[in-house]
């Protein structure tokens, strides 16, 4: 099967986005993210899943632990600047929880300790157990056959 087969078939999986951010020596290192999902309730786990050639990967390894932001509507630009779609360099402004970066401005900010990882294919897989999580109003940014997409009906 060919990749585009593959890519097409998961994209009809609607999702929202995140960004995915850590810090390694108080240099943060943010990175959008659609792989993601909650595992369990008790213990709290969410998984991520990153490419082994993105930069966010050693640098989750370095640091233990992540955060996830899970975007609105009006993240677009947010979302694709972390994807490395936008040519210039911004300087962001990152809120903290404890001692781990997070995105303003989201509609939840979630924070983890590695709880497990396992290598899968050309990514690896994150489970990351919840320290704290901060969750305000607001519509999500969602992605569908690789485009963005706003909800309807709300
Ligand atoms: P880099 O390319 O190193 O960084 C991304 C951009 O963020 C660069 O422009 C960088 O300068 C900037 N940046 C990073 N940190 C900072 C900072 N502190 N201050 C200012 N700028 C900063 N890939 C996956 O592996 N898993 C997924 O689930 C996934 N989902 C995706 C969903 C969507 C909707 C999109 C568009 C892409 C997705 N990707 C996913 C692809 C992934 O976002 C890109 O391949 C990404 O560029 C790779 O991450 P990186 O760590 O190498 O980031
Ligand atoms: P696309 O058509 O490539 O993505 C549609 C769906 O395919 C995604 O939602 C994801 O579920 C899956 N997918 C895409 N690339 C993948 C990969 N390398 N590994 C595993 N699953 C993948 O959408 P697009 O707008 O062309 O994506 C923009 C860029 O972001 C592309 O370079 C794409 O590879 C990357 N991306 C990567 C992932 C991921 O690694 N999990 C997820 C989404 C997008």
Redesign the pocket.
């Known amino acids: 099967m060919d990749d585009r087969t593959f890519r097409n078939a998961m994209g009809k999986f609607a999702t929202g986005?995140t960004i995915i951010t850590t810090s390694v020596n108080n240099?943060?290192?943010?990175?959008?993210?659609?792989?993601?999902m909650s595992v369990s309730l008790n213990p709290k786990l969410v998984l991520?899943?990153?490419?082994e050639?993105?930069?966010?990967?050693q640098?989750i390894k370095e640091s233990g632990k992540f955060g996830i932001s899970i975007l609105t509507k009006d993240q677009q630009d947010m979302?694709?600047?972390?994807?490395?779609?936008?040519k210039e360099?911004?300087?962001?402004d990152?809120d903290w929880m404890q001692d781990i970066p997070v995105v303003p401005g989201s509609i939840a900010n979630i924070t983890c300790n590695v709880h497990a990882t396992h290598q899968a294919g050309d990514?690896t897989l994150y489970i990351g157990e919840v320290l704290d999580i901060v969750v305000k109003d607001g519509d999500p940014l969602t992605?569908f056959e690789g485009k963005y997409r706003n909800l309807v009906n709300l």
């Open positions: 986005v240099q943060v290192h943010g990175m959008t993210a659609n792989a993601f991520i899943s990153i490419g050639k993105a930069n966010m990967n640098r979302s694709m600047y972390f994807a490395g779609q936008l360099q911004r300087m962001i990152f990514h992605f």
